[in-house]
């Protein structure tokens, strides 16, 4: 792939823009390339476990690092929203989510939350021998032989709690007032509260919008940078606003 100066590199990435002339640039995968950290930046930048890039490659190389729960060994391979970063020589779990004011950036979170992500589902359609297959925002698309009811009433803009890396479907949240939500893009990434209102009527081309109470008061914005993450609490361990 090609090289990414740092002067063009996404505003989220923890380094220095003026240090070096070029950062790493992410592999193609299952996040685009501005919405994403490479993992190499996550071992040297975020969390000081490599002093220098050779020694991230190397730790990298040995498949000392999981994500989703299976060793990757390609140290440009982009870790995007909702990814878990585990590392078992530490015992040290981290999500990629959006913090407010900062954009994409890694927490940690409890070891119980490590076997499990959330997925926004992005498209549904019916593939060939009558299946029903619906793709995810991490790339994953997943293939029902049996289309049942419960299968049918997924629709786009729901979120799939699937264990990894095993991809069982362990939960469903439909995107409904009442429901806790997280804006994931936009000007006002990373706040988070319950959905108060949902504004379908609008005239093209105006965009269907969404109401949050949060923390910062009652946010309006695109219904498409919303994600449903709980019903009354939020399922996933979330930054502190």
Same mark, same amino acid.
């Given at each position: ?26 592999? !193609?995968? !299952?996040?685009?390339?501005? @919405?994403?950290? !490479? ?8 969390? =000081? ?7 991230? +490659? +190397? ?9 989703? =729960? ?17 590392? !078992? ?40 021998? =009558? ?39 362990? =939960? ?15 000007? +006002? ?26 923390? +910062? ?13 709980? @019903? ?10």
């Amino acid at each position: 792939m090609g090289h990414l100066k740092r002067l063009a590199a996404p505003p989220h990435l923890k380094i220095l823009a003026k240090e070096k002339v070029f950062t790493v640039c992410p592999s !193609p995968g !299952p996040h685009p390339k501005y @919405e994403c950290i !490479p993992l190499l930046l996550i071992l040297r930048d975020y969390l =000081g476990y490599a002093e220098n890039g050779e020694e991230a +490659k +190397k730790i990298i190389g040995q498949g000392k690092i999981l994500v989703d =729960g299976k060793p990757v060994k390609d140290y440009k391979f982009p870790v995007g929203l909702m990814d878990i970063v585990s590392i !078992p020589d530490t015992g040290e779990n981290f999500r990629v989510l959006p913090i407010y004011g900062r954009g994409l950036d890694i927490i940690e979170i409890p070891k119980e939350e490590s076997g499990f992500k959330l997925c926004k589902i992005l498209r549904k359609m019916h593939v060939s021998g =009558g299946h029903l297959q619906v793709t995810l925002h991490d790339g994953r698309n997943l293939r029902f032989k049996e289309v049942t009811d419960v299968v049918r009433g997924y629709m786009t803009k729901d979120t799939l709690k699937i264990s990894v890396p095993s991809q069982v479907i362990l =939960g469903y949240l439909r995107l409904e007032e009442g429901r806790y939500g997280l804006l994931i893009k936009g000007p +006002k990434q990373g706040l988070h509260g319950r959905i108060i209102e949902i504004r379908r009527d609008v005239v093209y081309p105006a965009k269907p919008l969404v109401k949050l109470s949060t923390p +910062k008061g009652e946010v309006l914005s695109i219904l498409d940078y919303v994600m449903v993450v709980g @019903e009354d609490e939020p399922w996933i361990k979330l930054p502190t606003i």
